[in-house]
């Protein structure tokens, strides 16, 4: 069975830009999950989205917006980037369908971004 | 609002030591607790999570971590490490998702 895969794998973007970034989950997994990782505040939970709809929603601005579509494929997008926006941002999968609060998270490889 | 506190950033051990990583959560009541463990180039991935039932779960590679509810404690434990343990190890909360900073562990032979 396929891993989660996350596109790109990096990527260089400057102040003020916007990046999209897309995250396939696990085949048959119907939620995504999105987190930030930086050295300083370690994994920081965004957004998770089940059946197209945003299901849980950290504590983030509303530059930081994602979407899933009927495939389970989900983007997140990040308008007018700051410095501080360098992660590595991580996709996961579950099935969705349990308990959520006990679902084993299947995480991606990440995608990191530099914003210059 | 949750939090969880791993104590320690960075822990060096010699292979064969063994192991206690500290986990701490902040708010009472029922829990979902979990250890997640990132490999060096490779992705974050399970180590053990416990629900309720026996407060000692154990996880796959010899790792075991032990609830106390009354310490909001969830300590990951291997009684001998190897070189192949270094990585780095996050522990998780739910509800809501939370996860510690990390503890970077690294094995010398």
């Known amino acids: 069975k396929a891993g989660v895969t996350q596109t790109p794998r990096y990527l260089i973007k400057t102040r003020g830009q916007q990046v999209t970034l897309s995250c396939s989950p696990i085949?048959?997994?119907?939620?995504v999950s999105w987190y930030q990782q930086t050295p300083g505040q370690g994994l920081q939970f965004l957004f998770e989205y089940f059946s197209e709809t945003q299901r849980n929603k950290g504590n983030f601005p509303g530059r930081f917006s994602g979407r899933q579509f009927s495939n389970s494929r989900s983007e997140m997008n990040v308008s007018t980037l700051e410095l501080g926006d360098s992660a590595l941002y991580l996709c996961a999968s579950s099935f969705g369908t349990g308990l959520a609060v006990q679902e084993t998270q299947y995480f991606g490889p990440g995608t990191r971004l530099l914003v210059l | 609002a949750q939090s969880v506190s791993q104590h320690n950033h960075h822990v060096i051990l010699s292979e064969a030591a063994s192991l206690e990583l500290g986990c701490n959560y902040s708010y009472g009541g029922t829990v979902n607790l979990f250890w997640y463990v990132q490999y060096p180039g490779q992705h974050l991935q399970l180590l053990l999570k416990?629900?309720?039932?026996?407060?000692l779960v154990k996880g796959i590679k010899g790792f075991e971590a032990e609830f106390i509810k009354s310490k909001f404690s969830f300590n990951l434990r291997k009684p001998s490490v190897q070189w192949s343990d270094t990585a780095e190890y996050f522990c998780a909360v739910t509800p809501p998702l939370v996860f510690g900073k990390g503890t970077r562990l690294s094995v010398i032979a």
């Open positions: 085949s048959g997994h119907r939620s």
């Open positions: 416990y629900f309720s039932g026996d407060p």
